[in-house]
């Protein structure tokens, strides 16, 4: 499954689940807290069906001041209030970036290693007490049924960009790198069969996830025999692939991909937005394979900066991890920023400072009452906190924020012993692969599952098979709502049709973590909603606010990573332009 279900990278929302048998687990990145909601200088707290409530933030500057008989008392409180605010000491930074998940954490670093000479003084607020977002890394208890076992709850794996690669290595965790066998196959599950899907152009006339016609199809509409693009449309992901490369490539290939990678549907999913590479072919050369030659050939005459020696260079398409989990790489952040990342700062409130200087925000830390001086903003948290730290001063940059979905999707890890699987996955012995994918048309539930303990060394004892298994998303809304013991069933049921032994032996449950809000949903729309939101940022006078996170930069790991650089450079040319920065 393409990047495991990448999910959101801000923040942890999880629902409550019955005890995961009688096995005790620990859970290597702690659990989620309550988030605050804020009505103007009144904090509470509650929780809503178990999950994380986000920071929510009134603008004070932006509430009518109502001229009443009780403005006297009004005027006396707000002395009250303006002399409390005087007991706190202001902490004045260049950059505040709130949410410590990877996008946050990514850029908070590439400002502090790539933008020194400009940006002196940045700080990374989380109203939890860890780091890391949506990255769950379990690791088995000793002394109980876990013990040996290591797994994630969130996104599993990534792709080793030059990106990805340049944060373990500034953030000092390169050596701890483990990457997946470049060979390992793909599978999809199509017609009572795992089919493998073709690694590279010399698979392509064997492979036979597809039928000759559905090749020559496939191949006629590259070299651009196919129905011209609609004028003045945005087309769906099933809509440019049908009409470019037919109906066999969308139901075999591209649907389940969009199902491993999204948890969406692809008739709603915007190519344009969700696989815009492959979009722009298109529009580069008239066709996809047009594009491709013409994307060669203007690379070939601007070519890229030398790539960094230092660097390593993995080998085919693989992915990666850490030898201890993801966990390790916004550990590993967090350690090399140091004080600069706040945990446990809950925003309460944001104020636009007089003359559009920056911004006062009001924290409630382990501390007490914080306020931040920050000359810029970068919110990083999911869109639909986002959107409600800004209402109060933009109702339309908050609604365009809320019209993205996330849907709900559970991650299932259990294993199973290697005898239980079936015969015919075995290659010398032994279970062969990266995974599989699920169309939908073939009676599957389960998403896709992930061979854990296959992709990375160390993951589960040995003569024990360890599968991640991710199930619900944009089509089966409903998982939200399951026990865990049916979730677990359903699960069951679907890898015994293809890759266990119909009476093998029982799985055990290791974890199952539903989160209720996964993956942002890039549908139709999302990029012209995005433009919105920011453009409405700008109009409210809220210049020096940005937006980060999986829902601007793509909701792969690698994505979000790059995304984090992205950000810190759109910032620093900000604050080049606008803001003398504090040395």
């Not at 050596?175 to 899907?197: H, K, N, S, T």
Request: glycine share 10%; charged share 20%; net charge positive.
């Amino acid at each position: 499954m393409a990047q495991a279900v990448a999910m959101s990278s801000a923040r942890v929302a999880t629902v409550p689940r019955t005890n995961l048998g009688p096995a005790a687990r620990h859970d290597a990145t702690s659990a989620a807290i309550p988030r605050v909601a804020l009505s103007q200088a009144h904090l509470s707290s509650r929780l809503l069906s178990g999950s994380r409530i986000p920071d929510r933030a009134i603008l004070r500057s932006q509430i009518p001041r109502r001229q009443s008989h009780a403005s006297q008392f009004n005027r006396a409180r707000s002395h009250v209030v303006a002399a409390a605010r005087a007991s706190v000491a202001v902490e004045e930074a260049d950059v505040v970036i709130v949410g410590a998940g990877v996008s946050g954490l990514c850029t908070g670093l590439a400002l502090t290693t790539d933008h020194a000479d400009t940006v002196s003084k940045v700080i990374v607020t989380e109203a939890r007490e860890r780091v890391g977002g949506n990255i769950t890394t379990v690791v088995g208890e000793a002394g109980t049924a876990n013990e040996g076992y290591l797994w994630e709850e969130g996104p599993n794996s990534f792709q080793p960009n030059d990106a990805m690669l340049k944060c373990a290595l500034d953030s000092g965790v390169i050596d701890q790198l483990v990457l997946g066998d470049p060979d390992a196959p793909r599978f999809v599950f199509w017609e009572g069969r795992l089919r493998p899907v073709p690694a590279g152009l010399l698979d392509l006339p064997v492979f036979d996830l597809m039928s000759i016609f559905g090749k020559i199809r496939a191949g006629l509409g590259a070299f651009g025999l196919r129905p011209a693009p609609p004028e003045g449309k945005e087309e769906s992901v099933e809509e440019f692939v049908r009409r470019n490369l037919g109906a066999e490539v969308f139901e075999r290939l591209i649907e389940p991909f969009c199902s491993g990678v999204y948890a969406g549907d692809p008739s709603k999913l915007s190519m344009k937005a969700a696989f815009g590479k492959v979009w722009r072919l298109e529009q580069l050369g008239g066709s996809v394979f047009g594009g491709s030659l013409k994307l060669i050939k203007e690379r070939q005459a601007n070519p890229p900066p030398p790539r960094d020696p230092r660097l390593p260079k993995p080998k085919g398409q693989t992915v990666g991890s850490f030898q201890k989990g993801l966990i390790t790489l916004p550990n590993g952040i967090a350690n090399k920023l140091g004080d600069r990342v706040r945990l446990g700062w809950k925003l309460s409130a944001i104020e636009k400072q007089p003359g559009g200087s920056g911004f006062l925000l009001s924290y409630d830390t382990p501390e007490g009452a914080k306020k931040l001086a920050a000359r810029s903003l970068l919110l990083t948290v999911p869109s639909y906190i986002a959107a409600d730290l800004l209402k109060p001063y933009s109702p339309a940059a908050s609604a365009a924020l809320s019209s993205f979905y996330y849907p709900p999707v559970a991650a299932v890890t259990i294993s199973y012993p290697k005898e239980a699987i079936r015969e015919d996955r075995l290659v010398g012995g032994e279970l062969k692969g990266f995974g599989q994918l699920h169309p939908r048309s073939q009676g599957i539930v389960t998403l896709g599952t992930i061979y854990s303990s296959v992709l990375f060394p160390n993951r589960a004892p040995d003569g024990r098979v360890l599968l991640l298994c991710y199930i619900g998303g944009a089509c089966n809304t409903k998982i939200a709502t399951m026990s865990e013991e049916d979730i677990v069933k359903q699960v069951d049921i679907d890898v015994r049709k293809m890759l266990i032994k119909p009476d093998g032996a029982a799985p055990t449950t290791h974890g199952v973590r539903v989160w209720p809000r996964a993956i942002p949903q890039f549908n139709v729309g999302h990029l012209d909603n995005l433009a919105k939101a920011r453009e409405e940022i700008k109009a409210a006078g809220l210049e020096g606010v940005f937006l980060g996170g999986n829902y601007v930069a793509g909701v792969a790991l690698g994505r979000c990573v790059e995304g984090g650089y992205e950000n810190a450079a759109e910032v620093v040319q900000y604050l080049k332009e606008n803001v003398a920065v504090s040395k």
